[in-house]
């Protein structure tokens, strides 16, 4: 049986010197990004997630099996 944290992609978030969000899926490389806020970026980032994950779908790639698709750390 799968742990559930091992079936979700996990957000990171880290506040920057000048006060902005960044949020980043470690599991998809490149899926970043900033808001004004650690609300704005979670949105920001996970329409990128999803819109990654729908490229890998189109262009035949694999993608992580998902049960819940994102936990904020």
């Known amino acids: 049986m799968k742990n559930t944290s ?4 996990r957000i990171e ?6 006060g902005r969000w960044i949020a980043e899926i470690l599991e998809l490389p490149g899926v ?4 004004a806020t ?3 970026a979670q949105e ?3 329409a990128l997630a999803l819109r990654a994950l729908a490229d890998r779908l189109e262009h035949g ?3 992580p099996e998902l049960g819940e698709l994102f936990v904020a750390a």
């Open 6 to 9: 091992d079936n979700v992609l």
């Open 13 to 18: 978030f880290e506040q920057e010197e000048d």
């Open 32 to 35: 970043t990004a900033y808001g």
């Open 38 to 40: 650690q609300q704005e």
């Open 44 to 46: 920001k980032v996970e």
């Open 61 to 63: 790639e694999t993608v």
